[in-house]
C-alpha cells in the first residue's frame, strides 16, 4: 500500500536538498518521479528546484487551479510522485495527491514548511497533517542550540517582522528559523537577528 508523506521543517532543513535526493534514490532503483512544484514560490524561476547545496532537478510547476489528478493522469507512467514547497499547495490539491495514493497506489512524498513566519499553518500544511499517512520532521536548529520551529521573518534592517502577507514571494532571504523562546524574546526586545 502506498502512503501519502509529509516531511516538515522550519526555513534552513535542507527539505528542498532532501527531496531532490530522495528522487535520486527512486530514480537509481528504476522508477520513474513526477518532481511538481507550486507556482506561489518563484525563487527558482519556472522549472529548476534548486537546493541550497548545490543540487538541481527539473520540476513542473503546479498553478493554484491546477487539477493535480488531470495533471497525473496526462503524464503517463509514474511511479512516485515528490512535491516540494507543498506548504503552498491548496488544500483541494493535497486532496488530489491523497486521491492518487489512494486510487493508484502511488506514493506521494510532500516536502515542506509546517507554519509561516506568525507561527500559523498553511493552508496546504493544515491539510496533510490532515490526510498523510506518515509525519516527520526534518529538524533544523536555532543559533541557540534548540530545535528551530519558527520561521521569523527579516525587515530590511534585520528587525523580525510581525505583519504582512503570508506568503513572500521570492523573499527566501528574508527569512531566519529559530525556536519559539528566541522568536518572542527577540520581537519583544527588538533585538536585530540578521547577520
Ligand atoms: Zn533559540
Not at 490539491?93 to 498553511?122: A, K, M, W, Y
Amino acid at each position: 500500500m502506498a502512503k501519502l508523506y509529509f516531511k516538515y521543517g522550519a526555513m534552513g532543513s535542507s527539505k528542498t536538498a532532501q527531496a531532490l535526493i530522495t528522487k535520486y534514490n527512486y530514480e537509481e532503483n528504476g522508477m520513474r518521479v513526477w518532481l511538481i512544484k507550486p507556482a506561489a514560490d518563484s525563487r527558482d524561476g519556472e522549472i529548476i528546484l534548486r537546493s541550497r547545496v548545490g543540487l538541481e532537478a527539473p520540476a513542473e510547476v503546479i498553478s493554484e487551479t491546477a487539477d493535480i489528478c488531470q495533471l497525473f493522469e496526462k503524464r503517463g507512467k509514474i511511479d512516485v510522485i515528490i512535491a516540494d514547497e507543498c506548504q503552498f499547495l491548496m488544500p483541494e490539491q493535497i486532496d488530489q495527491l491523497r486521491n492518487i495514493v489512494d486510487e493508484h497506489d502511488i506514493p506521494v512524498l510532500c516536502f515542506g514548511l509546517r507554519t509561516d513566519f506568525l507561527s500559523t499553518l498553511f493552508p496546504g500544511s493544515r491539510r496533510l497533517f490532515e490526510v498523510a499517512d506518515t509525519i516527520s520532521e526534518i529538524k533544523a536548529i536555532c543559533d541557540c542550540g534548540a530545535k528551530a520551529t519558527t520561521n521569523a521573518r527579516i525587515d530590511g534592517d534585520g528587525y523580525i517582522v510581525t505583519e504582512g502577507a503570508q506568503i513572500l514571494v521570492g523573499g527566501n532571504d528574508r527569512y531566519i528559523a529559530m525556536c519559539h523562546k528566541c522568536w518572542v524574546r527577540n520581537i519583544r526586545e527588538h533585538r536585530k537577528v540578521k547577520k
